[in-house]
Nanobody, 117 residues
Framework: QVQLVESGGGLVQAGGSLRLSCAAS????????LGWFRRAPGKEREFVAGITWSVGSTSYADDVKGRFTISRDIAKNTVYLQMNSLKPEDTAIYYCAGRATTTWNYWGQGTQVTVSS
């Protein structure tokens, strides 16, 4: 069974940092990658960051570029999201996602990130 388990969420003050982790089990995503989405209250889920598994190429949403860094640990089949200079508008539920090829169709349960002002 494919499972994506997020951890590392919590409450942090504006300007602070958090590191999210997502441990994948049940399969690998060598042909695709892992990434992060988020859903703020009253808003649709949006893409935050992604990384390909084979090469490690990264992509980011415009509003997190320069502040967030996605990385992977191949041996642990784990992806991380280092979030720096957090803003209240970053408050959301953050979901780990996986894609075997091009479609994001594996999802974690989410972890809450709350940034206070």
């Amino acid at each position: 069974q494919v499972q994506l388990v997020e951890s590392g969420g919590g409450l942090v003050q504006a300007g602070g940092s958090l590191r999210l982790s997502c441990a994948a089990s049940g399969r690998t995503f060598r042909g695709g990658g892992l990434g992060w989405f988020r859903r703020a209250p009253g808003k649709e889920r949006e893409f935050v960051a992604g990384i390909t598994w084979s090469v490690g190429s990264t992509s980011y949403a415009d509003d997190v570029k320069g502040r967030f860094t996605i990385s992977r640990d191949i041996a642990k089949n784990t992806v991380y999201l280092q979030m720096n200079s957090l803003k209240p508008e970053d408050t959301a539920i953050y979901y780990c996602a996986g894609r075997a090829t091009t479609t994001w169709n594996y999802w974690g349960q989410g972890t809450q990130v709350t940034v206070s002002s």
